[in-house]
């Protein structure tokens, strides 16, 4: 299966110079939601997880509604901007998602757009403020 979003987020995470430790494919199910993050946050050279897909508006998108509820806090200024900097790309097709960010036990969580453009722009938002990010929520 192809994973074109996956593939962005694997390049622009390369090029920022950080080191990428697993990537899953996985469907827009609940439990392998949970499972996935999960796992992730049981590793201890994890400091970002990253999920790409399910921020819309679909009945099948359910990234948001799975995974919020584990944050710690949440990060509604990064979905503020992602929409912000989208609208000025694409215009009004910024409002359908419902992309944000926030803190689980101490990693910083990302819930993008599962378009490639969407997870270039969410990158380039969050990127520049990652290093900070992630001292801040280790604490």
């Known amino acids: 299966m192809v994973d074109e979003a996956g593939d962005v987020a694997e390049r622009r995470i390369r090029e920022a110079g950080h080191r990428l430790v697993g990537r899953e494919l996985i469907p827009d199910d609940p439990a392998m939601l949970r499972e996935a993050l999960n796992r992730a946050l049981g590793r201890g050279d994890v400091d970002v997880v990253i999920f790409t897909g399910g921020t819309g508006i679909s009945p099948r998108d359910l990234t948001i509604e799975t995974l919020r509820p584990f944050f710690d806090k949440e990060l ?46 969410g990158l380039e938002v969050f990127m520049g403020e990652l290093p900070h990010a992630v001292f801040i929520a280790r604490g």
Do not use: K, M, N
């Not at 912000?84 to 694409?90: A, H, L, N, Y």
């Not at 990693?107 to 722009?121: I, N």
């Open 76 to 121: 509604e200024g990064f979905g503020e901007i992602l929409r912000q900097v989208s609208f000025q790309r694409i215009g009004a097709a910024a409002l359908l998602t419902r992309a944000t960010a926030g803190v689980v036990s101490g990693r910083l969580v990302l819930c993008l757009p599962g378009s490639p453009d969407a997870v270039e722009t």
